[in-house]
């Protein structure tokens, strides 16, 4: 395929999903009988952030905050912009009345307990990722959205990033030719630790860090990995047959119980391999999936897409600046082998969007239409087993198959 | 600790010698140099405390930067037109406080000011006069009074269609007040300096032990007075800052949203003309709106408007055919700040 078609049809599949997005419609517009009142459990940072996501959804209206550190409390309101009502224990939000639906967003060794609950409330259940925080969760969350009937998405919000979607049309339309490896980053510089507040005691501080400790957290591969892991399942249409991994605490020795860097290599049951690596020591490769197909790559970050061929492809249109460090030229280095470094193309350049506001529209949208979403128990599902099986082969230190993983054997 | 002073070299100096620790980073955000100091007991929480203030500032970026593409006010520009469009408190409260200084400015401070700011170049460091056609269709874009904000539903609509919000002005001083909330809760004090023009502190140490100064539009590196922050903000806006000079005139960034051709008012040509416009008010976002709105009002318009601050002081700096002068309401010894220069 010639590079502009690539882009050609890339931007007017963009076009349709921004249309969608468009006049989405406003609050007036809203029947009373459709308006959401959202109930949030875990009023933390990621938790504030959703709820100003779902806010900015027409017609919802966060009725309930619950959540055990009294300071998140206030801090919620000042996001709602009115006294919601409060709650320091989640079944008591449950159990009021005026709730439609459920935003899940405490620490991951606790999704199990929330989200199950509030499934079996009767409520449709945003939960953030990872699904769960062993495979048992996973089940048992799946299980509850099969048992109940009621709507569950995880929060994968790369699902409804329109530069992810439209990348995943154009490789499965073979626009890279045929995909046999990802490489995946996630690499921050930071300590990933909260502040504390003055006369904060142990407690507290295991509370506000949370991921940190083993009981709450899955660690890198569940927090930053659960996006990237969770495409190259979607993208390969399948579940790894094994995974290793490794890592450790060699730079943040301060107490903490999880890795401050993991490398994890997954194998899937086409040959393709998934190759994931966290660090918290560097962010100059930040987050982004690198894409290698034969004809070509498609780099994914937050906020675009960026598509490069390869410049030997047949019928290739790749013009001669984008060949730098391809040409010919004698002398001791092997230059057809030295990285790419031109700018590449973008295919759907400027038209990014917040992915979290479209995973809140797309729940709310399930919610008034009773139907699916992309993002649903299945897929959480799937993307929560393989990164327990990944955290699994780092535990062990060896290499675990998904079939022994599943059956309880590894 | 050496205190690296990276305010001595743009608008504004402090007092050199202070032998008491604290600690700095600094950090590009918002287009400019977010520098924050710390004066924390707790030394062992650096780290942390400095990527939550980063993190917080970064927050309020993504939100209200009109350069990503997924910011909420780009959404807002993209979708207003077409309707009213909910958004979060946090926003909304925002433009209202937006939309009332313009008023009380009597739209010297504008947020509508989008097309405009795009149409002359300055934040795309491409500054340029537009061509008259240009110029009047962005100019047909800007009013505050077409920026409908409904409290009862959130929503934020355009009556004019291809306005554009530009929350330039403010969004920096929106962001140090934010960071600033977040040390208090976590019991520090702080003194956050973003870019030079827009600072603020909090507690004791850099309240009153920290002077800042106010620098000289000409002179470079020398200052012109200073004041004490004490749980205040400090926000200047002048011409040596992006700034060109086409045909013998200066054309600023500091867009006049009333007479769009310059940034001088309907003021007198004889008037002096505003070299820059200091202003301290309790926080910084409205530090930074009054010092827009006061550098294109100039002291004989600007000082009725003044009075509806009670709370707030400004020093204008201005050039004239007796060279520069100064003129202040409220602000800490101007007669000293006159007589030494």
Not at chain 1, 54 to 62: N, Q, S
Not at chain 1, 235 to 252: C, E, K, N, Q
């Amino acid at each position: 395929m010639e590079r502009r078609e690539f882009i050609g049809i890339a931007a007017a599949g963009l076009g349709a999903l921004s249309l969608g997005m468009r006049g989405y419609g406003s609050p007036q517009a809203i029947a009373p009988s459709d308006w959401v009142n959202l109930g949030v459990i875990g009023v933390g940072n990621r938790g504030q952030h959703m709820m100003r996501m779902m806010l900015r959804v027409p017609g919802v209206r966060i009725a309930g905050l619950c959540d055990l550190y009294e300071p998140r409390i206030g801090e919620g309101r000042k996001v709602t912009g009115e006294q919601t009502p409060s709650y320091s224990d989640y079944r008591k939000l449950l159990d009021a009345r005026d709730i439609d639906a459920v935003l899940v967003a405490t620490p991951l060794g606790l999704h199990a307990e929330h989200v199950i609950a509030a499934l079996e409330s009767g409520r449709a259940v945003y939960g953030e990722k990872s699904m769960g925080r062993t495979l048992d969760d996973c089940n048992r969350i799946r299980d509850a959205a099969r048992r109940t009937g009621k709507m569950l998405q995880v929060g994968l919000q790369y699902t409804y990033a329109p530069w992810y979607i439209e990348a995943q049309k154009r490789i499965r339309e073979g626009g890279i030719g045929q995909v046999t490896q990802v490489q995946s980053y996630w690499h921050r510089n930071n300590n990933w630790r909260r502040p504390l507040p003055p006369g904060a005691g142990p407690e507290i501080e295991k509370l506000l860090n949370w991921r940190l400790y083993r009981e709450w957290s899955g660690g890198l591969l569940a927090e930053l990995g659960s996006h990237q892991i969770s495409f190259a399942n979607t993208l390969f249409g399948a579940m790894p047959v094994s995974a290793i991994a490794s890592g450790g605490i060699d730079y943040w020795k301060d107490g903490r119980e999880i890795e401050d860097n993991v490398h994890a290599i997954l194998r899937y049951p086409g040959g393709q391999t998934l190759q994931a690596s966290f660090i918290t020591t560097n962010r100059l490769d930040g987050a982004q999936e690198r894409i290698f197909g034969t004809g070509g790559s498609i780099v994914l970050t937050h906020t675009e897409a960026i598509y490069y061929q390869e410049p030997w492809y047949p019928n290739s249109a790749v013009p001669p600046e984008m060949t730098i460090g391809h040409k010919l030229i004698t002398g001791p280095t092997y230059s057809a082998e030295q990285p790419y470094q031109g700018k590449g193309d973008t295919p759907i350049k400027g038209e990014a969007s917040d992915a979290d506001l479209l995973a809140c529209r797309e729940f709310i949208d399930c919610i008034r239409t009773q139907r699916r979403p992309s993002a649903d128990e299945n897929l959480g599902w799937s993307g929560g087993v393989t990164v327990a099986l990944c955290n699994q082969a780092l535990k062990t230190e060896r290499k675990i198959e998904l079939s022994e993983f599943l059956a309880g054997t590894s | 600790m050496e205190p690296y002073n990276p305010l001595a070299e743009a608008l504004y100096t402090h007092r050199e010698g202070s032998l008491e620790p604290f600690l700095m980073r600094s950090r590009q955000a918002m287009g400019t140099r977010f520098t924050v100091y710390l004066y924390d007991t707790e030394a062992e929480r650096e780290h942390e405390v400095f990527q939550a203030v980063f993190e917080e500032i970064e927050r309020i970026e993504k939100t209200f930067s009109r350069f990503l593409a997924s910011s909420e006010i780009v959404r807002i520009n993209d979708e207003a037109s077409q309707g009213p469009v909910v958004t979060d408190p946090e926003v909304f409260n925002l433009l209202v406080f937006a939309k009332e200084l313009s008023e009380k400015t009597e739209g010297a401070f504008d947020i509508t000011i989008g097309r405009l700011s795009r149409a002359w170049g300055f934040a795309e460091r491409r500054p340029a006069i537009p061509s008259p056609d240009t110029l009047r269709a962005a100019e047909a874009a800007v009013g505050w009074r077409h920026l409908n904000l409904d409290v009862n539903w959130r929503t934020v609509e355009f009556l004019e269609s291809g306005m554009e919000l530009d929350l330039g002005a403010i969004a920096k001083g929106y962001a140090v007040d934010r960071a600033l909330d977040l040390l208090r809760t976590l019991g520090i004090e702080a003194m956050i300096d973003a870019g030079s023009s827009s600072i603020a502190a909090n507690g004791e140490y850099f309240s009153q032990r920290w002077p800042i100064g106010v620098a000289d539009p000409v002179r470079v590196g020398e200052s012109l007075g200073e004041v004490f922050l004490g749980n205040r903000a400090l926000s200047t806006s002048g011409i040596r800052e992006q700034s060109f000079t086409a045909d013998g005139r200066v054309y600023s960034h500091l867009l006049n949203p009333i007479s769009p051709l310059s940034h001088r008012s309907a003021e007198d040509s004889e008037a002096p003309q505003v070299m820059q416009t200091s202003i301290l008010a309790p926080d910084s976002a409205l530090a930074d709106g009054l010092s827009t709105a006061m550098f294109i009002l100039g002291p004989r318009r600007g000082e009725a408007v003044m009075e509806q601050f009670p709370a707030c002081s400004v020093l204008w700096i201005l050039s004239g055919c007796a060279g520069l002068s100064c003129s202040g309401i409220r602000w800490p010894a101007t007669q000293q700040i006159i007589e030494e220069r």
